[in-house]
């Protein structure tokens, strides 16, 4: 049973940082890609970053680029965000499933973790 369970998500003045983690179990990921999404008040579920398992891959959001680093060591998954701004307010879900490319749309994914808050202010 797949299993992802997010952390580092808190309370950061704008122009700070936090690291969020996603520890992934139930299975081998070598053929899988994993994400994280975020979601704020009233709005939809949005992509902000991708990671292939198995190959040096990555993908941005456009609103996130040269602030947000995705990274994975072993089975934990990393986002490292930087220069924080209070539009970055939100829940940060990890999600994963298997795929040879990366995949940016919210409902491809059937694996999701349960959310870390993430509250920037200004």
């Known amino acids: 049973q797949v299993q992802l369970v997010e952390s580092g998500g808190g309370l950061v003045q704008a122009g700070g940082s936090l690291r969020l983690s996603c520890a992934a179990s139930g299975r081998t990921f070598s053929n899988d890609v994993i994400a994280w999404f975020r979601q704020a008040p009233g709005k939809e579920r949005e992509f902000v970053a991708g990671i292939r398992w198995s190959v040096i891959d990555t993908r941005y959001a456009d609103s996130v680029k040269g602030r947000f680093t995705i990274s994975r060591d072993k089975n934990t998954v990393y986002l490292k965000m930087n220069a924080l701004k209070p539009e970055d307010t939100a829940v940060y879900y990890c999600?994963?499933?298997?795929?040879?490319?990366?995949?940016?749309?919210?409902?491809?994914?059937?694996?999701w973790g349960q959310g870390t808050q993430v509250t920037v202010s200004s």
């Open positions: 999600a994963v499933d298997r795929s040879t490319v990366l995949v940016v749309d919210a409902k491809f994914y059937r694996y």
